[in-house]
């Protein structure tokens, strides 16, 4: 005891100098005057520790034990040399983890009380300069205690503990080191000639780390310093994530481009399309054709006597006249119902003017209709083979259909009707041949030239079982073979005109009796007429040119006529009046006649 204030003495430690001892910082100096006096604070409620002069005769030095080879040092501020300059600067407690050199071995200093720790910063502590040489420490004045019973005996000596400093960063937890309860006394302050351990300068924002100390790895300032952290190489993460992005890219632009190919693109899908432009085309053109004659073709439904029926016809003037063939209307000749139907959906009722089997044409006629439009007649003698043509009607009641085609053929001998099996329904028709379709239905109806015109009163088909009427004939309703026939406008003008002047036509005959059982070539005048009359007709065309019974007549101005259905055609191709000349064989030799047709009422 010195003045009533405790001092802590210890046994010196065996070795003279240790390699420790040159790195133990000395706690700073406090305020006692001249004389280099001072205390140390201690924790509360101890008392200050008067702190003895820095001399030869100092009361107590640091006691190094030689029992583990590990030594700790508490965390208290050491007093500085009385006439070495400081350097101001945080000192972190140290743990000493490896063992010191064989020849210096320390042991863990435990009695030295401990500063408590707080999270405030502490002041700085002054430091002693580094490179200071240690001092040996005097010999202890007492025996060790065999009890070790503080302060006389072991483990010791007590050192104040440095300033406590709070690391800057997070490092692991070290386990915590229970508080002992140690005695109050006087510790004298290290000598001058003791080194001190050197100040670690302090880290921006904040105080110095913990650490670990490796005395034989780099240290600053005698200091271990934790190794830094082995960086990972973001090489392998940025290679990685280049593959994956560039496979998520692949996968989607795949996607994307599927769905392109096959949607036509990710918005709606415009079509290209050419504006209105000129919708006019030329007269002479198919469109043109049909556009002008349109207005004036119609559409018949006739009903009457257990059937009926769908035909055409088209308007020949602004009286409402309109021509079509016999077979269509015939259902309708004593109490059936026609009606009319115009390409614009008017429709209207129509009688018949008159009608004649032998040339299968007819006239009927509406009433209460204005602005009818007529189709312009051309001229049949006029077609020539392979000219264009326009055939309009309503095939299978469709009505306004257009087709086209060209004239295939002229002067084709047609037989149609013989339903009644006297030959009175049978028609004669010298017909012009085309390929534009005609199927049932399209009969009565006008096929037209080039220009527009009336050429001809489409009338029959060639089904594909056989010759047939307009409608299909033997081989029932089939559709168009390519080979349609149609009536000779000429013929059909003059029929016309006479139906709807008189209602009735007209035929040129020569005045004979043909055999129609005759097989050789040409048409041969029968040997008696019917009911056991007369071949030839007295006083008529023939008897006056000199024909006789048995004559066979091959030719009729020239052209070859087969059988008696081709001489007929041939003479009912022209009016009555016309003059003929016949070349006709008698017993072997070939004669020539000439005769003026004459006329008989049609039926």
Known sequence: MNDGKPNWWSRPSTAPETPEAARIPSPPPTDGGDDGDGDFPLPAPQPQVEAAAASAEAETVVEAVVETGTAEIADAPRPAAPEQETVPAPAPAVLLTKGEPADAPVTPVTDAPVA??????????????????????????????????????????????????HPAASVPPQ??????????????????????????????????????????????????????????????LALAGALVFALVTGVIGGGIGAYVERNGGLTTVEL?????????????????????????????????????????????????????????????????DITVTFSSGETARAKIVGKDTGYDLAVVQVTGVSGLKALPLGNSDNVRVGDPVVAIGAPFDLSNTVTSGIISAKERPITAGGEKGDGTDISYVDALQTDAPINPGNSGGPLLDSKGRVIGINSAIRAAG????????????????????????????????????????????????????????????????????????????????????????TKVDGQRVHNGEELIVKIRAHRPGDKLRLTLTRDGKELTKTLTLGSSQGT
């Open 116 to 165: 408590p720790v707080t999270d405030a910063p502490v002041a700085d502590a002054p430091q002693v300069a580094p490179e200071a040489v240690a001092q040996p420490a005097p010999q202890p004045l007492h025996a060790p205690d065999e009890y070790r019973t503080p302060p006389y005996g072991e483990p010791g000596p007590w050192a104040p503990a440095p300033p406590v400093q």
């Open 175 to 236: 386990a915590p080191v229970p508080p002992q309860a140690q005695p109050q006394g006087h510790v004298p302050p290290v000598p001058p000639q003791q080194a001190a351990v050197p100040p670690v300068p302090p880290q921006q924002g904040g105080t110095a780390p913990w650490m670990q100390y490796d005395p034989w790895g780099g240290a600053v300032g005698g200091i271990g310093v934790a190794p830094a952290p082995v960086k990972k190489s973001r090489k392998g």
């Open 272 to 336: 290209p399309q050419a504006d209105g432009g000129d919708t006019d085309r030329a007269p002479e053109s198919v469109a043109g054709i049909a556009a002008a004659a349109l207005p004036g073709v119609v559409t018949l439904h006739v009903s009457g006597g257990g059937s009926s029926g769908t035909g055409t016809g088209f308007v020949l003037d602004t009286k409402g006249h309109i021509l079509t063939n016999n077979h269509v209307v015939d259902a309708a000749e004593s109490s059936g």
């Open 466 to 553: 056989g010759s047939g009427d307009g409608d299909g004939g033997s081989a029932g309703q089939p559709g168009s073979i390519g080979l349609g026939f149609a009536i000779p406008i000429n013929q059909g003008k003059r029929v016309a005109e006479e139906l709807i002047n008189t209602g009735k036509a007209t035929h040129p005959v020569i005045g004979v009796s043909l055999d129609m059982q005759f097989n050789g070539d040409g048409a041969r005048v029968g040997e008696k007429g019917k009911d056991g009359a007369a071949s030839v007709t007295p006083g008529g065309p023939a008897a006056a040119a000199g024909l006789r019974p048995g004559d066979v007549i």
